[in-house]
């Protein structure tokens, strides 16, 4: 292993711009960063990037202090703290992070070894850079708060061509025996959720209870809501059947939670970040989840969803991922490798 710089190349921001203006993310020389005890330094060698890092860059002004965003990342340890129990210097591996430390938009990176799996042998590292963070939220949304393990019935799921949309397909298909029916509109996104593993689509362009009524005629059990779920929720509560159950991930400032009542529909929040932002004494459950997903990949069971790469780790190729986040109309997931 070739010894340590004391710098690195990195991509921050300073200030929240438009992602059209020049600065809005920069190219930098930053300090190497110092892993704490628990942490590994890996040295990244691919990212993905997810409307999480868009996001924070347009509402979280730094105030003119170097902020890397980037929560997808896989690389080679190159150095551990002195309480690191589960890798070594030289491990290969995935993971998201914590979204409340600095990202992975560089070439050196720490990250807590509990949050942190082994790379997926049989994936490139941007292969694997695409998994993290949305199989992550798939697991956790569909197991820890739907407990769907091993389950059927019933599973809509709303952008299902999107980052989090196809794994969630992945994972129902490949770990429960549930009827997965997903939205998609245009043809590229219908032909890849199907090709993720979905039974059938709906048009989210159209009034969905007329179209699940026909698909899912005796009701739908679950829903995971990937996006829209404040304009959806009226079609979700006449879906659902009675204790039927929703899992969401977008924003949903004033949603109409009063609409669930009448069938005792349950709602449940998914922020992956959780556990690591709040220390949650189970913060190592990432790394068991990511040490499923790399056996699940392994044994072809799941696949990555990298669809696009847009180059090397810089701020153009970042400024350019991040646009297209925004858009709405990434299919899968957005990767970069190397510097």
Known sequence: MNAIPTTMPAVAYRKSLPVDDQ??????????????????LVQVEAVAVNPVDYKIRESADPGGEPRVLGWDAAGTVVATGEQVELFAVGDEVFYAGAVDRPGANARFHAVDERLVGRKPASLSFTEAAALPLTSLTAWEGLFDHLKLLDAAGTLLVTAAAGGVGSMVIQLARALTSLKVIGTASRPETVEFARRMGAHQIVDHRRPLGPQLAEMAPGGVNYVFSATGTKRYLPAYAEALTPFGAIVAIDDGDGLPLAALKPKSISFHWEFMFTRSMFGTPDQQEQHRILTQIAHLVEEDAIVSTATRDLGPINAANLREAHRLQASGTTIGKLTLTGF
Request: negative net charge; aromatic residues 0%; glycine residues 6%.
């Open 23 to 40: 600065e809005s993310l920069l190219d930098l020389e930053l300090p190497v960063p110092v892993p704490g005890r628990r942490d590994l």
